[in-house]
């Protein structure tokens, strides 16, 4: 697919996740499958203070291009002096956060609180066009501020007169927060008026249920986050599904426990040992989830503290379960996309 000037593999996108989708996570969606990975969002303001997280955040080494970073904030001159910053640093896509309903983000007006004030977004969407004219921005929205304010349409204007060169949507209200299900047909509607490429976003979960929005809101790509928590070979599946209409048999044990292992060096050596083995943790505890007997090792895991005993843990679990199975047992999540907690148990012990 051509997005923007690259040359993707698929349109099929890792959504930005803040504490999750961190350059190993992108690297390792990338490789297995997704054509694009936005990264976590970097407030404006946190550039001032110049943290270890603000940098390690805007470290891209090795990142596959296209190198895509999303900035946060409320006020036009900062939201260009972070962009620009990103750009120095490598960033070739700028992808504006006014669709995260954070509490954090919201309450100094920024992601999707900012949906309510239409005069302010189309200020900051100029300034930071202006400020990175070599550079492709978009921007990343959800459907409106509640149920009764669904103004994605103009915001959709606003941006295409500013200059933003894609669209991300996801297909509920800041309101709705993840409750009840994706508005794919508002989707559908603000693809039917744009002019510029529109990714929907929200839910998608499976193969089917990402052919199902593709279908439904004819949008030019797909974005997922929660789903490829822990399970980072949904794009492939979902490639694999697109292109021939059957799903790829499950992964093999063997191969999903040696992906993990190289995640989490990959997370050490990101984060450093200490830091790394409590952010190790948490993906460990996504590839499990919903795995025979993944809750007692989750509890053990959530007990050791260095990078020796994480690693023969998990070697000790994954050799376990390959005794009695080849492939991962998993199954498909829901089609609301909630993750992959719904392993049929049974199949794992049979
Ligand atoms: C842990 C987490 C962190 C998120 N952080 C961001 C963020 O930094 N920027 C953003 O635009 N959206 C953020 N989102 C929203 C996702 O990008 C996405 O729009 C939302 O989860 C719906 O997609 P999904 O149903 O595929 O998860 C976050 C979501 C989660 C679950």
Redesign the pocket.
Known sequence: MKFLGFSLRNQLFV??????TDRPFRQLCKQMGAGLAVS??VTSNSLLHGSAKTQRRANHEGEVAPIVV?I?GANPAMMADAARYNVERGAQIIDI?M??P?KKICSVMAGSALLRDEALVAKILAAVVKAVPDTPVTL?IRTGWDRNHRNALSILRIAEDSGVKALAV?GRTRACGYGGQ?EYETIRTIKAAASIPIIA????GSPEKAKFVLDTTRADAI?????AQGRPWLFREIEHFLNTGTRLTPPRVNEIHQILLAHIEDLYLFYGSQAGVGIARKHVSWYTKGLLGSAAFRHMLNQLVTIEQQKQAIDAYFSALAEHNEHLPYHHVDPD?AGPDHVKLEELAA
């Not at 959504?15 to 999750?20: D, F, L, S, Y």
């Not at 976003?201 to 998608?204: E, H, L, Q, S």
Request: include cysteine.
């Open positions: 959504a930005p996740m803040a504490g999750v976590e969002m999303q946060a956060n669709g995260c954070a990343k996801h994706a976003n929200g839910d998608i974005m997922i986050g929660r789903a996309g």
